[in-house]
DNA sequence: CTGAATCCTCTAAGATACTG
DNA sequence: CAGTATCTTAGAGGATTCAG
């Protein structure tokens, strides 16, 4: 593995090698699975996931949640388009939150992360 | 979208919808998912997806990382079984990092989550 | 080459309290 | 009911240096 270096680090492929820190700064890729991996969020996407709630709703079903957190989790999710917040002009006022079509979508995915093979034993090395 | 399928497909818990602080405290669904929100694991977990790779190797090629993040990024995935970290009693050591089996099945999914339908978009909620 | 040890900064997260 | 406003804390992340 060596002389063949031509020093272009050219990308033939169409996933690079050659993963730049700004691909993953700025990229939707890490913005999405920090979202992912935020206290709360797996919480509120699950309860979503089944129906739409009421802000209330969600901080009584979400054990030891604050308000703040709560608020924050939503807003971040709103903003990356994983959730839709549908205000109902009634007095008083009552908000409810449900996915968007591309938070359903992430479901699939989401939900094979959360399985727990238990598979904490290191494997023996298959070389 | 394979699944007509609406409302949350998995979940193998069968306890529905209250889910208390404690379980997505302690439960590996949240440790997982923060795992993979931390700002390096994404792309250790694409380069070594691709093929094993030595500790200056990954250094190399992911851009802007240190050594200290690339170490802890390294061990703690780890420690949740993604990775297989194998010594070569060299000299100089060589040390060589690949996926584990486990960390192998989480690929389909960790890929789908990384696709970009750039839906940031809030869609025409229609109440 | 592969880390460990320090020190520092920034922010996610928690605890209250207050409000349209 | 559905938030916002402050204040504080814990720890993720970064820069640099040292070591087996």
Redesign the pocket.
């Known amino acids: 593995m060596s002389g063949t270096h031509t020093g272009v680090p050219s990308q033939a492929t169409p996933h690079a090698d050659r993963i730049t ?1 700004d691909v993953y ?1 700025s990229a939707p890729v890490t913005g999405l699975l ?1 979202r992912l ?5 797996p919480a509120v996407l699950c309860l979503l996931a089944r129906r739409a709630r ?4 969600l ?1 009584r079903e979400i054990d ?13 999710l709103e903003e990356d388009g994983l959730v839709v ?1 549908t ?2 002009p009634t007095v ?6 449900s996915l968007s079509g591309h938070g359903r979508s992430l479901l699939p995915a989401l939900s094979a992360l959360m399985q727990r093979p238990d598979a904490r034993r290191a494997e023996t090395h298959t070389p």
Not at 54 to 57: D, K, Q
Not at 64 to 76: C, H, K, V
């Open positions: 820190g700064h920090r991996g935020e206290r709360w969020t009421r802000f209330n709703a901080h030891g949640i604050s308000q703040r957190m709560l608020t924050r989790t939503l807003r971040g917040r205000v109902f008083p006022p009552s908000v409810e939150y």
